[in-house]
């Protein structure tokens, strides 16, 4: 497996979790790389993207103030810190990773990214 996340479970609404994403075969230079979530019976959503090439995080508007994305190219691991969680933030979160291409975040925008992990789950109690 190319990404392994780990990190999900329960948590109160309120409180804070961060996942990790295991990517060893990763040069972070080389990759964007993406958070997306999907709950049960809605559309898969982006979350939050990293890219070598701007620098810049970009994040989905529902998670933005709340969400942080960073990694650590040493460790090859990106972490999504999640704060200030709520009951619609509950989903799987899967950790993705596209070539640069240059153009920053935007297979993330597309929904194109090339590679993708199995998953972890976040459940988010009221």
């Known amino acids: 497996e190319r990404l392994v996340e780990s990190g999900g479970g329960l948590v109160q609404a309120g409180g804070s979790l961060r996942v990790s994403c295991a990517a060893p075969?990763?040069?972070?230079?080389?990759?964007?790389i993406g958070w997306f979530r999907q709950a049960p019976g809605k559309e898969r959503e982006g979350v939050a993207c990293?890219?070598?090439?701007?620098?810049?995080?970009s994040y989905a508007n529902s998670v933005k103030d709340r969400f942080t994305i960073s990694s650590d190219p040493a460790k090859k691991t990106v972490y999504l810190q999640m704060n200030s969680l709520k009951p619609e933030d509950t989903a799987r979160y899967y950790c993705?990773?596209?070539?640069?291409?240059?153009?920053?975040?935007?297979?993330?925008?597309?929904?194109?990214?090339?590679?993708w992990g199995k998953g972890t789950v976040v459940t988010v109690s009221s």
């Open positions: 993705t990773a596209h070539p640069n291409t240059h153009s920053g975040c935007g297979p993330w925008y597309a929904g194109t990214m090339d590679y």
């Open positions: 075969a990763f040069n972070f230079d080389d990759y964007v």
């Open positions: 990293i890219s070598s090439s701007d620098g810049v995080p």
